[in-house]
């Protein structure tokens, strides 16, 4: 029997993604196969944001470092990226022990538990905004293609 099935992805209370998919009431039972697809693309994603310096697939990239932290940050962290001085930020949302993942029958929680994160993602005073976690519309769209690949009604 067709149904519903509305899909949200939601980074600091604003909502990423927001679509209706047309599925199969019965499929809509257990969606941790499909949702645990999604998380190990997100996963993914995470390392080609950093690796971008936050431009992947499309997305503006990351501020640069201001010249005299850029200078402090090549002498004693050298080769580190931008929100990478010690790596642990990027670590967690591509999967170690400081990041947040949930996936139940219903729903997926992905994130981070790094104290700092937070900062980064909406900028402070002091601080420029450089989000970690936003989705490029190729990745938006990716997740609805995992979700619909399992779930939608078949004619």
């Known amino acids: 029997m067709p149904a519903t099935l509305r899909i949200q992805f939601n980074v600091n209370q604003k909502r990423e993604l927001d679509r209706t998919l047309a599925v199969h009431e019965a ?24 690796d971008a310096e936050g431009g992947a697939q499309g997305l ?24 990478e001085r010690t790596g642990k930020l990027r670590q967690s949302l591509a999967g170690n022990a400081s990041g947040i993942r949930r996936v139940t029958n219903q729903k997926l929680t992905y994130g ?8 980064h993602q909406s900028g402070t005073g002091r601080m420029v905004k450089r989000p970690p976690l936003r989705l490029s519309m190729p990745m938006r769209n990716e997740i609805v ?10 004619d």
């Not at 979700?147 to 939608?152: G, P, S, T």
Request: proline share 6%; net charge negative.
């Open 27 to 50: 499929k809509m039972k257990d969606l941790r196969q499909p949702l645990n697809e999604v998380m190990d693309a997100l996963e993914r994603y995470s390392d080609e944001v950093f």
């Open 60 to 83: 503006t990239p990351w501020a640069q470092l201001t010249e005299p932290y850029a200078s402090i940050k090549a002498r004693f962290f050298p080769g580190k990226g931008i929100l």
């Open 112 to 119: 981070t538990s790094v104290s700092y994160a937070g900062y």
């Open 145 to 154: 293609e995992i979700i619909d690949k399992h779930l939608k009604v078949e």
